[in-house]
């Protein structure tokens, strides 16, 4: 494997490593992934789907097992199935309704990696980036970069991510978010990350 410094100078600029992970995420049609998420002590578990231009579906595994969250960018509503077991008992919802909004404030509509990376830009656009190392995240070769708003600038509460970005793809298969006083506010492993993988659309409905 080329030294960190040899393999930056052989294929992008530090600046540009969000902008092409960005350029890449545009080519994406589908994906799956295993969300595991640790924030304010506690853990969440999520088998999250997403199909152009933006439908999603979250199957909950920890809390609330046996859960099912959709989001129809066309009509911009989600539909939340709060027990697996009762088919019949589908709850039709605004995207930014406070049941279904994290307790960092994200919602359905703005979950997927596409979301994240704008918000990277823009912490980037109003600060500085810089590559910290090469690291395996499970068996995945990734570049770690941080991003950190000058002066406390933030986006959505985060004044820093640390994130690691597949070598292959240069999309993130982990974030740490960092408020303005230096706190760890989120820290998401993206396991068995699948770019374009076939998802059927009835995948996106709850009947």
């Given amino acids: 494997m080329l030294p960190l410094f040899f393999w930056l100078a052989l294929n992008i600029s530090v600046k540009g490593i969000i902008s092409i992970a960005m350029d890449n995420f545009r080519n994406v049609e589908t994906y799956a992934v295993t969300l595991d998420s640790r924030s304010d002590g506690k853990r969440e578990v999520i088998k999250y789907f997403y199909k152009t231009p933006g439908y999603v579906r979250m199957n909950f595994v920890e809390p609330h097992a046996g859960?099912?969250?959709?989001?129809?960018?066309?009509?911009?509503?989600a539909r939340l199935q709060p027990i697996g077991a009762l088919k019949s008992f589908v709850v039709t919802l605004s995207p930014d309704n406070r049941l279904i909004t994290s307790s960092k404030g994200h919602t359905i509509a703005e979950s997927d990696i596409g979301a994240l990376l704008r918000n990277v830009e823009k912490l980037q656009a109003h600060g500085s980036i810089e590559v910290l190392a090469e690291e395996k995240s499970g068996e995945r070769d990734t570049v770690k970069v941080k991003i950190i708003g000058a002066y406390g600038y933030s986006v959505a509460g985060t004044n820093a991510y640390i994130l690691w970005l597949d070598k292959g793809s240069f999309l993130p298969v982990r974030v740490m978010a960092y408020d303005a006083k230096g706190s760890?506010?989120?820290?998401?492993?993206?396991?068995?990350?699948?770019?374009?993988?076939t998802l059927p659309d009835n995948l996106f409905k709850l009947e």
């Fill in 184 to 197: 760890l506010t989120e820290d998401v492993l993206m396991n068995d990350l699948e770019i374009n993988p």
């Fill in 67 to 77: 859960a099912v969250l959709l989001y129809d960018p066309v009509r911009k509503e």
